[in-house]
C-alpha cells in the first residue's frame, strides 16, 4: 500500500490574486452543494447517481451559472462521488 504524504507550501498572494482564489473557491462551494442537493433528489425518487450521472448534472447547468472551467467541474463531480462511496 502506498504511502500518501502531503506538502505545505508557503506561497505569496497579491490582493488581487487572493480575493480571485476566495472567489473561486466560494463557487466551487456553492457547486458541490447543489450537486449534494440534486443527490439527495435523485435518491428520494429511488436513483442512486454514478459519478458520471453527477458530472453530466453539473456539466448540463448553463456556464453563467456555473463559472468554474468544465474540467474542474467534472472533477468536483467525481470528488463527491468518492466521498458518498467512503461515507
Not at 433528489?41 to 463559472?67: C, H, M, V
Request: net charge negative.
Amino acid at each position: 500500500m502506498s504511502e500518501t504524504r502531503t506538502a505545505i507550501c508557503p506561497v505569496t498572494l497579491t490582493g488581487a490574486d487572493y480575493r480571485r482564489i476566495h472567489d473561486t473557491c466560494h463557487q466551487a462551494a456553492l457547486l458541490w452543494d447543489r450537486a449534494v442537493d440534486w443527490v439527495h433528489a435523485e435518491w428520494k425518487t429511488g436513483g442512486n447517481p454514478d459519478k458520471y450521472e453527477i458530472q453530466s448534472f453539473l456539466t448540463s447547468i448553463p456556464e453563467e451559472d456555473r463559472p468554474l472551467h468544465a474540467h474542474t467541474t467534472e472533477i468536483l463531480a467525481h470528488d463527491l462521488y468518492d466521498a458518498i462511496k467512503t461515507s
